[in-house]
């Protein structure tokens, strides 16, 4: 029950606008022939997701043939006034028509409105947004499915796949919000030969970083990121790109990427013995920082940069295990910031990872699953999972569940033991509840108070 009270009214709470966004979306469907409106099925598209359903095939299975409140429930969600229940294949049919930058420009529409409310600022680094930057596999096939697909040779088997690199912004309680995709294909690659596999993989993320960061740049001008990269994005042209558009960065320091850096940083370091920070942790955990400022580094193109260097060595008390990172950045670093420039512009990178592309993987959110064979609206469904993994974490991280599950005299929990079991649940309230009339009241959501917590 109080699932779906959650998703309600977080939704209502933070996108009070969200049904007029889904009724603009560029719908090129015959308007004589719709049966169904472009908001209801943009939602059927999202529940998809949003109930971890898995596969296209199950949303007949769980909720066409569900019980008798899906249909009105989703009329009070999509605010339509519907007669019947759609088949997949008329989701499939509608994603056909509709223009990826309309999901594109739902989602801007959401995180704007996040930024506005500023529900995510306090995971800001020095009062700038921090963009973790990733890429992952996304689809994969044994045969060659489009002209499209990078091909991988591991041993004997031919991998024909697609990736997809993700900028997520950075929010507090471990939530990471989708805020620019871009897919990287076989064009990407340019002419293979003679190049090593991580050359390749080094080209394609480079040249999809180069078209992700403009188009970041033209939906939020105003912002000043910080960019938090891999160490295969520290070079010149990434450097020179974050310059232009007046965004800082943080990038992971390796020895390999930039050797002759490196050992001016190794070399610098025992001069500047005042140059460090200690921290313990509860948990008996040390870290440990050193820095070394202005570095000169010469790019390929010889341009030349101004780079500061930081190190966190940590070990944990009790085993002695000790963990060493190391990061460039343009920020300036000192006694009162170099921890926070490790923590939220590198240590959390690891978080587009693990609550980004992880969860996705191995949950019924299904990223890798091949919800469409048509290239274009496989990448429609992925836009989409993005738009419905913002909600879920609103609900899964707001407070609003929390205080929810407490009124019934539950810590949150206890009452759905893992993450995985609030789509659960959820499905079940959507399925077997009648949910009220007053949930939906825009008035009421609007003024509780939602935060994201860890708790
Ligand atoms: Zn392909």
Redesign the pocket.
């Known amino acids: 029950m109080i699932a779906g009270q959650a998703l309600v009214q977080t939704t209502r709470h933070f996108f009070p606008e969200f049904n007029p966004w889904l009724g603009r979306l560029p719908d090129t469907r015959d308007p004589d022939a719709r049966i169904y409106t472009t908001g209801f099925l943009a939602w059927w598209g999202i529940a998809l997701y949003l109930l971890q359903l898995g596969s296209r095939r199950q949303l007949d299975f769980e909720l066409r043939d569900g019980g008798a409140p899906v249909l009105a429930n989703f009329n009070r969600l999509a605010e339509t006034e519907q007669t019947t229940l759609p088949v997949h294949d008329t989701l499939d049919h509608f994603l056909e028509h509709v223009a990826l930058t309309g999901w594109e420009r739902l989602r801007t529409q959401m995180v704007q409105r996040l930024l506005r409310m500023k529900a995510l600022d306090a995971a800001r680094l020095h009062g700038r947004p921090v963009l973790l930057i990733d890429a992952t596999g996304w689809i994969c096939f044994h045969r060659r ?2 002209p ?2 990078l091909v991988q040779r591991h041993g004997k088997q031919t991998l ?1 796949m ?1 990736q997809v690199l993700e900028a997520k912004l950075l929010g507090p309680a471990g939530v990471v919000v989708s805020l620019g995709s871009e897919f990287i294909d076989n064009a990407d690659a340019g002419d293979r030969r003679g190049k090593s596999a991580e050359q390749i993989k080094q080209d394609c993320e480079l040249k999809a970083l180069a078209r992700l960061l403009p188009r970041i740049k033209k939906a939020y001008p105003q912002l000043r990121f910080v960019l938090a990269l891999d160490s295969l994005y520290g070079c010149g042209p990434v450097f020179a790109l974050a310059q232009q558009f007046g965004w800082s960065f943080v990038v992971t320091f390796k020895q390999g990427r930039t050797p002759a850096l490196w050992r001016e940083f190794q070399a610098l370091l025992p001069e500047c013995p005042e140059n460090v920070v200690k921290r313990e942790w509860k948990g008996g955990c040390v870290q440990e920082f050193r820095w070394v400022r202005q570095l000169d580094y010469k790019d390929s193109a010889g341009r030349s940069w101004k780079l500061n260097a930081l190190e966190c060595t940590e070990t944990t008390t009790a085993t002695g295990e000790r963990q060493y990172f190391a990061w460039l950045t343009p920020l300036p670093v000192g006694v009162k910031t170099v921890a926070e420039i490790a923590q939220k512009g590198g240590r959390y990178r690891w978080k587009v990872e693990n609550e980004g592309f992880n969860r996705q993987k191995n949950s019924g959110l299904n990223l890798e699953h091949v919800y469409s064979i048509d ?1 274009e609206k496989a990448k429609a469904y992925y836009l989409l999972l993005q738009i419905a993994f913002i909600l879920v974490q609103l609900v899964e991280r707001g407070s609003l569940l929390r205080r929810l599950a407490e009124a019934c005299g539950r810590p949150v929990w206890k009452l759905f033991g893992s993450l995985k079991n609030v789509a659960r649940r959820l499905l079940e309230s959507v399925r077997f509840v009648n949910w009220p009339e007053a949930w939906f009241d825009a008035d009421v959501a609007g003024q509780l108070r939602i935060a994201l917590d860890s708790t």
């Open positions: 499915h489009c499209d697909c024909y697609h290239p």
